[in-house]
């Protein structure tokens, strides 16, 4: 069985208070089986520190993004190294506002996930297609092309996570159903079987992002391939526990 894994993306919100009162008043109080479940949140690069130092129930903390560089003259950049040294041990890879804001092409996210592994960093590589792409029948081919970039410059999936986040569901209020959302994580364990190889479409997990919410958080983990979330807004309020209930809960 796959331990499920519930992450938690902050994105550019929260203060030093904040990170620190939420961490330990809230996340302190999440109940889950560490065996069966692993909880990763990922507050600002500013904030790693001061959630990591608060947090102590086995919830562990990542990066947003990396640089694909190792240390060197990339100001404003956040290397792999500084991660290590600081005892973060994940980070997230590929997220759509990243493709579709700052402009990182499929090329540059590969590479950031072949330069994180190269570094014992665990990465949760973002994949998804935008509501365009959707209506016009072409969700599986925008999922395959991001996952071919990656397989191009990684032979060893063990530390990769995927996290299918339709662009259309993302903080927008629209989720796809359960029943899309494991249409899409089966093409994605298939594709892993033909292109990786069976071990690791039998052992990589697939989770589900895009308005996960602790109201459809049991429905969608029921499926047989939602292998757990990747939370945005949600991950910054106490419902966020109600998520992790659900992936403990769930009967896999």
Not at 6 to 32: E, I, M, P, R, Y
Not at 157 to 171: K, L, R, T
Request: some cysteine; proline content about 1%.
């Amino acid at each position: 069985m796959r331990k499920l894994l519930v992450g938690g993306n902050w994105k550019q919100n929260g203060t030093v208070k904040f990170a620190h009162d939420f961490s330990q008043n809230v996340l302190n109080k999440a109940k889950f089986d560490a065996n069966k479940v692993e909880v990763v949140v990922s507050p600002s690069t500013l904030h790693l520190l001061t959630a990591k130092q608060a947090l102590q129930n086995h919830i562990q903390v990542s990066a947003q993004n990396i640089s694909q560089y190792k240390n060197g003259a990339y100001t404003g950049e956040l290397s792999a190294e500084m991660l290590n040294d600081a005892g973060i041990h994940w980070t997230i890879l590929g997220h759509s506002e990243r493709r579709h804001v700052f402009g990182e092409s499929d090329k540059v996210v590969g590479e950031k996930v072949k330069h994180a592994l190269a570094h014992n960093l665990k990465v949760i590589a973002c994949i998804g297609e935008k509501l365009d792409e959707r209506e016009s029948g072409k969700t599986q081919v925008v999922n395959e092309r991001q996952l071919n970039a990656i397989r191009e410059l990684v032979n060893d999936w063990s530390n990769v996570v995927i996290a299918y986040e339709p662009v259309w569901a993302i903080g927008t209020g629209k989720t796809a159903s359960p029943e899309q959302a494991q249409e899409v994580h089966d093409q994605l364990r298939q594709w892993l079987k033909s292109n990786v190889s069976a071990d690791a479409a039998n052992a990589t997990r697939i989770l589900y992002g895009g308005s996960v919410t602790e109201k459809n958080a049991d429905e969608l983990i029921a499926k047989r391939d939602v292998d757990g979330f990747l939370v945005g807004g949600a991950a910054l309020k106490e419902g966020f526990l109600d998520i992790i209930r659900a992936a403990n809960d769930a009967k896999k």
